[in-house]
C-alpha cells in the first residue's frame, strides 16, 4: 500500500508542474511552433520514463513494468484523443494561438475525472471480484467495435452535454482571446471557447471509459494506474502540437489499439486461469502498437511542410457561420 505521502508528492509535482507550464511558457497566448511542441514532448516523456525509474528503485521490478505498460497503454490512447482533438478544435475554427488554453484546462479536467473513474472502480474491484470479467468483457467488446469502425468521424453537434450548454447558457458568437467568458451589459456570458472546453472534456470522459479500465488489467495498484494515466496525458498537449499536422498517417493506428484492447480484455478474462506475466505484456502491447506506426508510416507519404506565415491570431478571431446558429447572440 502506497503511503500518503507519495500521494501528496507526485500530486504536488503534478501541480507544480501545470504551473510552470501555464504562468511561465504560456502566460501569453502564442501559437505553439513544432520545435516548441518538440521540445515540451521530450520533457513530458522523459518525466513519465524518470517516473518508472524511480517506480523500479522503490517498489520493485514487477510494478515498474506495471507502471511502464499502463503507461504505454494511455500514451497509445492518447494519440487517438489527438485525432479527436483535431477534429474538435477544426470544427469549431479555434485560432491556434487560443488552442494550448482550451488544452491546458482539459488536462486538468481529465486528471480530476480520471481520479473519479480510477478510485471507483479499484472499489469496485476491490468489493466484486466478478467486475474484472465485465471489465474484460467490455474492452474486448470495445476492441472489436473499434476495428470495424476504423473510419468513423466526430460529430460535436451531437454532444448532449454540448447541446444543453448551448440552451442554458448564454454565449457570444465569437471568441474575446482566451477568455472562456466575458461580461457583457452587466451579464456574464460564455464564449465558445468554453463551448470547445466541454466539447473536449466530454470527448475524454468518453476516452477514459476505455482507457481506464485497460490500466486495470495491468495492474490493481490505484497509484500505478494513477501515475501512469497522468504522466501519459500531461504530456498530451505537446504532442498534440507535434502531430497535429501528421495524424492523417497514422491509417493503422485505430487498428492498433483495437488490439491492445482486445489483447488487455482477454488477459482480465482468464487472469484466474492464468496471469500473463507483466513483462510479456508489455512487449506485446510494445510490438503492437510499433509495428501499426511503422506500418502507418511506410504506407502514407510524408506532409507538405507548413506555410511560413502563419494566421494572425488577433484577426483570425471568427468562427465557422454554421458552428453557433443556434446560440443566443451577443448582448449589447
Not at 511542441?37 to 520514463?49: D, H, K, N, P, R
Not at 469502425?149 to 448532449?160: I, K, L, S, T
Amino acid at each position: 500500500m502506497v503511503q500518503w505521502w507519495a500521494w501528496a508528492a507526485i500530486i504536488g509535482f503534478i501541480l507544480a508542474m501545470l504551473a510552470v507550464d501555464l504562468l511561465v511558457f504560456h502566460r501569453r497566448p502564442h501559437e505553439v511552433t513544432t520545435r516548441e511542441a518538440a521540445t515540451w514532448s521530450v520533457v513530458w516523456i522523459s518525466l513519465g520514463l524518470a517516473f518508472g525509474g524511480l517506480v523500479w528503485a522503490w517498489l520493485g521490478g514487477q510494478a515498474a513494468g506495471e507502471y511502464y505498460a499502463g503507461y504505454l497503454i494511455e500514451k497509445s490512447l492518447s494519440v487517438d484523443n489527438i485525432f479527436v482533438f483535431v477534429m474538435l478544435l477544426t470544427y469549431f475554427a479555434v485560432p491556434r494561438a487560443y488552442q494550448h488554453n482550451v488544452l491546458f484546462w482539459g488536462v486538468i479536467g481529465a486528471l480530476v475525472f480520471r481520479a473519479i473513474f480510477i478510485a471507483a472502480g479499484a472499489a469496485l474491484l476491490d468489493q466484486f471480484h466478478w467486475t474484472l470479467y465485465l471489465f474484460g468483457a467490455f474492452l474486448v467488446f470495445t476492441g472489436i467495435k473499434m476495428a470495424r469502425h476504423n473510419d468513423a468521424e466526430v460529430h460535436p453537434e451531437r454532444n448532449p452535454v454540448l447541446r444543453a450548454l448551448r440552451r442554458v447558457m448564454p454565449m457570444t458568437t465569437e471568441y474575446h482571446g482566451q477568455h472562456f467568458f466575458v461580461r457583457k451589459a452587466g451579464r456574464r456570458l460564455a464564449t465558445p471557447l468554453f463551448a470547445v472546453l466541454v466539447a473536449v472534456e466530454t470527448t475524454d470522459i468518453i476516452f477514459a471509459v476505455d482507457s481506464i479500465p485497460a490500466i486495470f488489467a495491468i495492474t490493481r495498484d490505484p497509484f500505478l494506474v494513477f501515475t501512469s494515466n497522468a504522466f501519459a496525458i500531461l504530456g498530451l498537449r505537446a504532442l498534440y502540437f507535434l502531430l497535429e499536422g501528421m495524424v492523417g498517417r497514422f491509417i493503422y493506428l485505430k487498428i492498433g489499439l483495437a488490439a491492445v484492447l482486445v489483447f488487455v480484455g482477454t488477459k482480465m478474462l482468464i487472469t484466474d486461469l492464468y496471469k500473463i506475466p507483466i513483462w510479456a505484456s508489455l512487449a506485446t502491447i510494445i510490438a503492437i502498437i510499433g509495428g501499426a506506426v511503422l506500418l502507418s508510416l511506410r504506407a502514407t507519404p510524408a506532409p507538405d511542410p507548413p506555410d511560413t506565415d502563419p494566421p494572425d491570431p488577433d484577426t483570425d478571431r471568427g468562427v465557422r457561420d454554421d458552428t453557433y446558429h443556434d446560440l443566443p447572440q451577443e448582448v449589447t
